[in-house]
């Protein structure tokens, strides 16, 4: 071998490996002392602080009033036990522990009996079961081969069939402490990890409340709290436009989570679920506190810093008066059940009258009532929801409209005359007016409500040509979308835009080949409407051609801590124009005077000429045919529009009263409800003159002039 | 070498006890968490792998391991053969497919081919001698050396177990570090790693598209989870924040036995196992640590010895090849835990519960005490001397 080449540098090499290794080690020791030494002070104290436990206070949801400032809808709080297991859920052992320390503070029930009952033997079972490891061991033995085979629940329940009364027996179930512990054991396996489970929120007394709430340290995930409930003061008075909040059991909608969980709301948030609690849930809700505890290992609080100041949600003041509304639900009802009971077999598919009333000159909705009858139960119930749900056949009353059209349309003019006689097209039958008036006006025809009248406007409208039984000629299909833009104008077809989250806007019908169809639409017997949209129509025409949204809330108020008073005003609505009627104001004095003259000369006057508000109206019986019980029944819808006082008009109203029974429409439930609602209006209004101030009332006309917006549908 | 004695090199036995004590004590207090019905469970587990791993230990430092020299290729084939079993009827795990079911203990192949792998591998370098080798011998020894790791390497990376890999990895290269190969060859090797590790640490920071559609998920967010702890809180940062938080508290003295708030109130996962150095360094404190870590240095350092004393080149390399094995489970383990490596799947030797790396780590202690016992001490030097 080469002696150059034989030279082993092992023992240097391994030497310096060595040095390597103690390198890595002293690294290591390094590394620990900055761990340890120089940053250990700043880890313990983020360890003893770790425990920061953050609690939400819900704060009490806006509260509403009345138009004179009483309260529909008010707060109580609640106290309520909640529980929040970790993630990954407690031991059976931590949650007995929690049960029994909870049952030593509060009762699941107040007295020992419904404290027993609530007890059944599954439950002394799976205590016995959960309480000692010997007593799993224990059962499990007494398990056969097969049932050792058994996947886990049915495994389970046959562990616990085989538990005996002998077994926990050896408790003495005579003992409420341990009732209640078990009890509460209950509601706490019931909870899901990372999730509030209310354990108690009815009957919780207030030494419980507290006792529990001093004693949070020591009851891990367990909560006492401070909920609102809603109370209503006038009772289901108007309740279906308030609308209801969701339990905070059931938190924010599941289908609308993301919605919900981006505007900062928590799972358990309750939130308006309808009506007016879900249209102005965002000044209702409020904001609620946030508060962060800082507690060490043993769950004493160091201290808690209030990371967001709660606020009050803001109340509302509504437009309606309760004591005018509490009327006319009982005016309406009273009407209903009077005018059924008449003649029963007649009116045997009669069930609904409803009405709405607005102030023209604001679009304040003064009432909203609707009665209906539940034929099965033989029960009047208030459905006042139905004025903006349910869309009825509507028929003369919208004649106003059609004249309207026509002068917009330039078809008619004032003083326009018409033959009226009957009119008959090819394949159909006739049509004509309730009696043949033959050379009419314009305002007659609103008078006397002529059918005919209207047929001529649409059928000049659509251009056609008409000769007795043969078809119409030349029609031209646009004319409905003519007429229905122009009735859009009205608020007929479309949306009123009241301020709740939904309203329907009637069923608009498809067929347009048939010319016929259309004379019908003219006089209000083809596209359905709803209650409001007709008191929208008629508020249009008594508030010269400008149509309003209705409006239920009136202003938004801050609180101010005392519920009789209300706080400063956030924010007041002025009256919202949609449109105006897009014709020359002297066309609507004249649909004015005409709607005046159906009270004192025309359909209406047997019931309206001696009433001394002088009222407008205009009235409508629409033929109501469908199928029921296999044949086809004819009823009638009846309708009434009007506002009063004719020269300036404070309410505007809608009656539809569907399905009547044919025959002695004259002796009108919807003229008996229409003339004691118009009495009774007046007469509160009196009666606040006199005793409590009401609210100011802003002038409206200038303020309307200047906002008015064209809609465009 | 006395037939009376037991084979036993009391040094390391006494180092071995302290390591076992402070593994016992710990896993008690860290298991807390996992066995509410009986609290020995896991200790009482554990002292029976310590006596059959001092059991096996003691039947490894008997046998000759010069005999082994010629033979190591047969343990090699075997520990092949059971790796290939894993990836055929391997029990899966946690998402990795790391043992071999046999029915009264499971057995983690990759364990017992960490150590055939380094006796092979010693084997081959006591072969090539130890004078220094010229640049092509030493190209083809590395070669081979290289040839012979891939393949285990390839079976276990594909598990996966990142961290075993890398641990054979550590002990290869470092048996190829102090051995006669040429220095080219290992300037070579040493600048092959640094421009490895520079790519890496390249595409982490500007390619990382890249990365993350070559590296498993799972890899790529512990190292996400180590390089930011606070960033990655709710993953491995979890983990690793909650270790650190348990241990940075512990201060000097630690809070006290059975006491740590992190461990016993669950925050910190796997107390007994991989994370055991958390509950020694929350409960015992950096008193604690830093014993525990010197105990490390001084097995360490006994086994150097041991070493620098063997008249058996197979023997030195045998030594080194475990110190290799030791030393990287031993700082990745611990550097994991505070925030010094990313967190991979490692157990603290000697001190961890568990069965599998308990009883290799014994082993492989066996074979040092069994080159301790056969080294013959020479008044005057000697031939056998690789000085």
Known sequence: MAKKKKRTTIPIRLNVFFLFVFLLFSVLILQLGVVQILNGEEAREKLNETENTKSTIAVPRGLMYDRYGRLVLDNEPVRSITYTPPKNGDSNQTKLEIADKLAALMRMEESDEDLD????????????YVYDREHRLAVQERLSEEDSELDASARYQRELDLITAEDYNMFDWSDPHLL???????????????????????GVTEEEYALISENLGELPGIDAKIDWNRVRPYGSLFQSFIGNVSSSDAGIPRDNQE???????????????????????????GRKEIIQYTTDNDGNILGTNTVREGQSGHDLVLTVDMDFQAALDEIVKDELETYINQDPYRNRFMSDALVAVLDPQTGDV?????????RGDNEYVDEAYRTIYDAHIPGSIVKGATVLTGYQQDVIDIGTVFNDRPIKIAGTQVKKSWRDFGLINDLGALEQSSNVYMFEIAMRISGATYNYDEPLYNFDRSSFQTMRNSFHQFGLGSKTGIDLPFESTGYVGTNIQDGGLLLDYAIGQYDTFTTLQLAQYVSTIANDGYRLSPRIVKEVRETNGNKELLGPVLESYSPNALNRIAVDERYIERVQQGFRQAATDGTGRTHWANNPYNVAIKTGTAQNEFTEDGAKQYTNNLTLVGYAPFEEPELAFAIVVPRAGVGNDQNGIHHNIGNRLVDEYFK?????NQGITVSEDETLADGVANTVTEEND | MSQKKLPIDYTLLFLLFGLFSFGLLAIYSGSGQYAADDPTYFIKRQLVFIVIGLIAMMVVAFVDFELLEKWTWLFYLAGIMMLLAVEVIGIERNGSQRWL??????????????????MHISALLAKAGKYRLG????????????????????????????GTTLMILFSVVGLILISSLSLKIIAIIIGTGLLGLGTVIYLFLYQIEFLETHVPSHQLARIYGWLDP????????????????????????????????QVQSGRIPEAHTDFIFAVIGEEFGFIGTSLLVIFFFLLIYRIITIAFQANSLFGVYLCIGVIGLLTFQIFQNIGMTIGLMPITGLALPFVSYGGSALLTNMLAIGLVTSVHLRTKTYMFGNEESIE
Request: no cysteine.
């Open chain 1, 117 to 128: 009952e609530l007890i059944r033997e599954r439950d002394k079972k799976e205590f016995w």
């Open chain 1, 180 to 202: 209640n512990t078990v009890a509460i054991k209950k509601e706490l396996d019931q909870a899901f990890e990372l999730s509030a489970h209310t354990i108690k929120n009815e």
């Open chain 1, 259 to 285: 919605y919900y969980l981006n505007l900062g709301y928590s799972l358990n948030d309750r939130v308006g679920e309808s009506g007016l609690e879900l249209s102005y849930e965002s000044y209702l809700r």
């Open chain 1, 366 to 374: 003064l009432a909203l009532s609707a009665a209906h009858y539940n």
């Open chain 1, 684 to 688: 509160i209004k009196a009666e606040h």
């Open chain 2, 101 to 118: 079911d046999f029915r009264f203990i499971e057995l983690q192949p990759s364990e017992f081919m960490k150590i055939f792998l380094v």
């Open chain 2, 135 to 162: 640049f092509k011998e030493s190209l083809f020894v590395t070669f081979k050396i290289f040839a012979y790791t891939a393949i285990p390497l390839y079976l276990i990376l594909n598990q996966p177990d990142l």
């Open chain 2, 230 to 261: 606070q960033g990655h809180s709710q993953g491995f940062g979890y983990q690793l924040q909650q270790a650190l938080l348990g241990i940075g508290s512990g201060q000097l003295s630690g809070s006290g036995y059975t006491d740590g708030y």
